[in-house]
């Protein structure tokens, strides 16, 4: 079935940092305005990076937005001939996302939403993982590894030795200054980039499928 037709349903959008999430979300909300469907769009008040009052994504493209400090607040700011709703950066609201998602869902709402699936740890953000499990359509994108090229699909925090910022806070609000893409073995999920550069590797550490083979050869 094509879920951009059908109407009432959850479309998820997740990756990590600097896959295009936001991007991918604005070009389904500007397609659904081209089709003259009314169309709101919330986010975070948390997430200010490049404007107060607008959903931006990292090359600079941009939509006009309702910020919010709680995600319950969508129910009562959602307009009786809106059809489409987009969500972004919704790893920073509580579990209610999951609970407002499914009501719009029922109204007859297309609601797309965007989000991190992981943390700069990599285990699931928040109430995300049990957003994808009731979502119609689920979008996962990935990056290009700032290390190798390869596929990315994490985000490594790169800020908290030089600065002393407590880098255990599992929000921090940041781009390029505080975060890489990394992909599954270059991603070090307690180590900053001012430790990653003065280390080497041991030979437990795979940083690569193709080592992986050539240590195992090394070792018979």
Known sequence: MNYSTYQGHIEVIC?????????????????????????????PKIDNRYSEDHVQSHDATRISS?????????????????????????QFFSKDIVEVANKLAYRGIRV??????MDFRGVPFGAIPDLLAI??????????????GGTASR?????????????????????????????????????????????????TQVTHPNQASSMKEQAL
Request: proline residues 1%; contains cysteine.
């Open 66 to 90: 309702q910020v919010i400090s709680h995600v319950q607040e969508i129910l009562d700011l959602v307009e009786d001939n809106t059809r489409v709703v987009g969500i972004d950066e919704a």
């Open 15 to 43: 990756g990590s940092m600097f896959s295009g999430k936001t991007e991918e979300l604005l070009r389904r909300v500007k397609r659904a305005q081209i089709a003259k469907q009314k169309v709101q769009v919330f986010k």
């Open 112 to 117: 797309i939403v965007a989000a991190l699936d």
């Open 155 to 203: 985000s490594q925090r790169i800020i908290g030795i030089s600065d002393q910022t407590n880098n255990d806070d599992q929000i921090l609000v940041g781009a390029t200054e505080s975060y890489e893409a990394r992909c599954r073995f270059h991603h070090e999920r307690h180590v900053t980039q001012a430790q990653s550069i003065q280390s080497t590797v041991l030979p």
């Open 135 to 148: 979502a119609e359509q689920v979008t996962k994108l990935a990056a290009v590894c700032t290390i190798c």
